[in-house]
């Protein structure tokens, strides 16, 4: 079994930064993806950003140039920096990983991200 615990959601003005952080504890198996995803009220979940093992990444257009994904391997832990935030990213934004041998993925209890105007 996989816990994923994410930190660093709350309230910022637009055009503030935050950063998320999400610890994976559990049977942690390499190669895997980390990565962000979120959904806003009304909305689909979507991709916001993921990092493989070997650090190749995919974020979507609408954060291109303003957010970055890291990865720690050894700590099995994924961040997500969030700069020059808007009100549209208002989400709650779930942790996500998936594993590539054996295809499983797990998902975090989600933080709120609320971007005033």
């Known amino acids: 079994q996989v816990q994923l615990v994410e930190s660093g959601g709350g309230l910022v003005q637009a055009g503030g930064s935050l950063r998320l952080s999400c610890a994976a504890s559990g049977s942690i198996f390499s190669p895997n993806v980390m990565g962000w995803y979120r959904q806003a009220p009304g909305k689909q979940r979507e991709l916001v950003a993921r990092?493989?093992?070997?650090?190749?990444?995919n974020y979507a257009d609408s954060v291109k140039g303003r957010f970055t994904i890291s990865r720690d391997n050894p700590k099995n832990t994924v961040y997500l920096q969030m700069n020059s935030l808007k009100p549209e990213d208002t989400a709650v934004y779930y942790c996500?990983?998936?594993?590539?041998?054996?295809?499983?993925?797990?998902w975090g209890q989600g933080t709120q991200v609320t971007v005033s105007s």
């Open positions: 996500n990983i998936l594993f590539i041998v054996e295809p499983r993925e797990y």
């Open positions: 990092m493989a093992t070997g650090g190749n990444t």
